[in-house]
């Protein structure tokens, strides 16, 4: 028999709350909670989420003791490649037969908008930590999912807005031709404009690319002194490789990655990318609390977690306290209890979720350390300011969200 998990009304979500509070029984369906991991686990976005996400969140399920509430958690994962069809036929197989409580993971930014349409319709719920677009929680936004890690917002505030105050006012976008990549060439946009620069030209490109060939040379030929990598993931790579081998930055341009991942870096090599700015949520190296997990990660996948990978694991601990807390796996009694809860761990400093459900947290303006800086194989970044969580994501005054009472 199949679990309904329709949205039900605030109020009954306060009454299992209260009955948790009284010391009820929890109420679990189906006597397991079930998570669903889905991400790109063998395409352009494999190293950022990929299979080093899942691990994570296994570890979040193995921190627990592998049961909330006296049920064993499950755990699903599928490989989305980057289509919206695909995550979306996904999910709702996961939700009809498999009555998974948490769909978890996700990238791609088109991806996740068809899988929280599901799970709108279903009356389920997703926390979406690899996605970009700063869409999912404004005009895509639904009651039944949160968006963890970044979105294209701070990623403006933060590297677009240092780089035009240091003498960068002319701009030409590169920009991946899906949502995340629209999303994050006009929230690039508004803030070089606003800033006092100019965006002089751009080129979309389909995504994935291999060959950046025309696209840089249309970027050289621009005249602008700030080429903008509205991409990710290897699309990043080999756009910066590409511009690389044609002497871009040697002719007096600079790059601007606008979405850089710590194993983008690391890929690379700091003799390419020593210099670049970035935003970032999260980094290894911060302190003694994001090292201690980190370590633990690297133990146990051979590698340092990028900002993503940490996102999970946060992401997944803060729901299973919020299911034990809430004692039910209903998802909007649980995502009640989420946004009650501030988040304060390894990852997130002054963390919070909205209304709109964007969690809000923290965001860091790095820079990428020479090889004479470096101290070791992962020792990639120095952080050069905090942009306080405040301040990092667009303000709800000016939110389009559905949820939100302007």
Not at 79 to 85: P, T
Not at 93 to 114: F, H, Y
Request: aromatic letters at 8%.
């Amino acid at each position: 028999m199949i679990f309904n998990r329709k949205t039900l009304a605030s109020s009954i979500a306060l009454a299992a709350t209260a009955l948790v509070a009284s010391g009820a029984q929890a109420q679990m369906s189906n006597d397991e909670l079930r998570i669903g991991y889905l991400a790109d686990m063998s395409g352009t976005y494999r190293d950022l989420a990929g299979p080093g996400g899942l691990e994570a969140l296994k570890m979040a399920v193995e921190d627990v003791g592998g049961e909330v509430n006296g049920v064993p958690i499950e755990v699903f994962s599928a490989d989305d490649r980057n289509s919206a069809d695909v995550g979306a036929n996904t999910v709702r197989g996961w939700v009809d037969q498999e009555n998974v409580d948490l769909v978890a993971g996700m990238v791609a930014s088109s991806v996740s908008i068809a899988v929280s349409k599901v799970l709108e319709e279903a009356g389920g719920l997703a926390i979406i930590s690899g996605s970009a677009a700063s869409s999912i929680t404004n005009e895509h936004c639904t009651p039944n999912h949160i968006h963890w890690v970044y979105d294209t917002y701070p990623l403006a505030n933060g590297t677009a807005k240092a780089v035009v105050e240091q003498g960068g006012d002319t701009w030409f976008m590169l920009t991946a031709d899906y949502a995340f990549g629209h999303a994050l060439e006009a929230d690039v946009t508004k803030v070089v404009e606003q800033n006092g620069g100019e965006i002089i030209g751009g080129v979309r490109h389909p995504f994935p690319t291999s060959d950046f060939s025309s696209y840089i040379l249309q970027a050289q030929g621009s005249g602008a002194k700030i080429v903008g990598l509205a991409n990710a993931g290897s699309d990043t790579v080999n756009a910066i490789k590409t511009a690389s081998q044609f002497g871009l930055v040697q002719s007096g341009q600079q790059l601007a990655g606008l979405l850089i991942f710590l194993n983008d870096v690391h890929a690379m090599g700091l003799e390419a990318t020593q210099g670049l700015l970035l935003t970032t949520g999260w980094y290894w190296d911060m302190d003694e609390q994001s090292r201690e997990w980190a370590q633990r990660y690297y133990d146990r996948v051979g590698k340092m977690p990028t900002m993503v990978q940490a996102g999970v694991y946060s992401s997944t601990m803060h729901y299973l306290n919020a299911v034990e807390a809430a004692g039910t796996d209903e998802a909007q009694a649980v995502r009640a209890q989420m946004a009650e809860t501030p988040v304060e761990d390894f990852f997130a400093r002054n963390g919070r979720i909205r209304e709109d459900g964007r969690m809000v947290h923290d965001m860091y303006l790095a820079e990428v350390k020479s090889p004479e800086e470096s101290t070791g194989e992962w020792d990639l970044y120095e952080i050069k300011s905090t942009i306080p969580a405040d301040e990092a994501y667009r303000p709800l005054a000016e939110s389009q969200c559905k949820l939100v009472q302007n």
